[in-house]
């Protein structure tokens, strides 16, 4: 179950960018974008698998109850005392009325409230939300919305869409756009991040599991930055202005932000690390970075960081591996910018991972 469900969440986080990118789209001017391609029938399934991949996080709550209350008791429970199951009965009711919103040709404005609706269901079942209500369900909301936006757009864009002659028209628009995005969600990821691990206790909570994919999760945003650097202002300079193909990069750059999804999903199926120390001594460290260091951790009291010739080393490999996305670039090869993208992630992991001392 613990390996389903972040499959399942990641699903889920492409589908709400996929419906996020469809609705906002309708707002955009046929001249200031690509026509796209996607079927009435698409979306409703798409509606429809969102509610399925929503019951994960229900599922993965019921199963930690269900041993010592039963089954049917953990189930009841969840769905009317948890704020992860009201919310996934909400979604349900949300998901519902924008389905028949989609098929009887609702007006957009409906279909932007309903989805508007559905995130604040996501951020009402979050984590935070219930550590902070009203400012954990704002940050999470904002996060969650403004991701599904950005990347749901580059979504339709990338892989429903063969029309490249408004491609400038379009980054006349995406480009701030997707600049406002990255600040928003910045903020956003900054303010959730204090509510579960401390500034302070950053470092240390790379021996607990989550914060390891926390850590990852941090890395792999640096080529996401330097693809949609490349995609918003540096591939049309480097072709003029013929009528390159922009679509394989942007699919590239899909690729990059469908890493940091996954690294995301997995830390929702984790326990947040309040306090670190008592999170290592109550459950233990990570049982790979122990590997890792060659050392049992029992407290973080003296973790640190200390540089070291390999760290050294590995981090300026990895530095050359973002040189090499740029090359990949100037030679139209978004593939191995992919190639790239990923050894800058694991160089850049293993770098880090040397300079920590117990």
């Known amino acids: 179950m ?30 200031y974008k690509p026509i796209t391609k996607v079927s009435k029938k698409a979306i409703l399934l798409l509606l429809l698998g969102i509610y399925i991949c929503s019951f994960g996080p229900v599922v993965q709550v019921i199963s930690y109850f269900s041993d010592s209350v039963g089954f049917a008791l953990a189930t009841y429970s969840v769905l009317t005392d948890f704020q992860v199951g009201r919310a996934w ?7 519902v009325f924008l389905w028949l919103t989609i098929v009887l040709n609702g007006s957009k404005y409906i279909q932007a409230i309903l989805l508007l609706f559905m995130v604040l269901s996501v951020g009402y ?4 939300a219930s550590l902070s209500f009203w400012s954990g369900l704002i940050a999470h909301s904002a996060h969650f919305l403004v991701i599904s936006l950005w990347v749901g757009v ?3 864009v990338a892989w429903f869409s ?25 903020i956003s990821g900054f303010s959730l991040m ?11 909570s790379w021996v607990l599991p989550y914060g390891q994919m926390l850590l990852l999760k941090h890395i792999s945003i640096i ?6 650097l490349i995609n918003g202002l540096l591939l049309k300079r480097v072709h003029g202005d013929s009528l390159y193909n922009p679509r394989p990069w942007i699919k590239a750059e899909g690729l990059i932000i469908l890493i940091t999804f996954y690294f995301t999903s997995i830390m929702g199926t984790l326990s947040p690390p309040h306090d670190v120390d008592f999170t290592v001594k109550s459950e233990g460290a990570s049982k790979w970075v122990e590997w890792l ?5 029992v407290t973080t009291m003296n973790v640190g960081l200390k540089g070291n010739f390999p760290s050294i080393l590995m981090m300026v490999l990895s530095l050359l591996f973002i040189g090499m996305i740029f090359v990949s670039m100037k030679r139209i090869n978004p593939l191995s910018a992919v190639f790239f993208g990923v050894s800058f992630i694991f160089t850049m992991y293993f770098g880090i991972m040397m300079i920590v001392s117990i």
């Open 293 to 297: 260091l060659g050392k049992e951790i």
């Open 154 to 156: 580059l979504i339709h």
């Open 89 to 95: 009965i909400s979604t349900g009711f949300l998901t």
């Open 2 to 31: 613990s390996i389903l469900i972040p499959f399942v969440e990641l699903i889920n986080y492409c589908l709400y960018s996929i419906l996020a990118g469809y609705i906002a789209l309708q707002f955009v001017p046929n001249e």
């Open 223 to 228: 080529p996401l930055l330097i693809f949609a």
């Open 194 to 204: 204090k509510y579960i691990v401390e500034p302070k206790d950053y470092v240390s």
């Open 162 to 186: 063969n029309d490249q002659e408004k491609w400038s028209k379009f980054l006349k628009w995406f480009t701030p756009f997707a600049v406002v995005s990255l600040v928003i969600i910045f």
């Open 125 to 128: 079942a979050s984590h935070v």
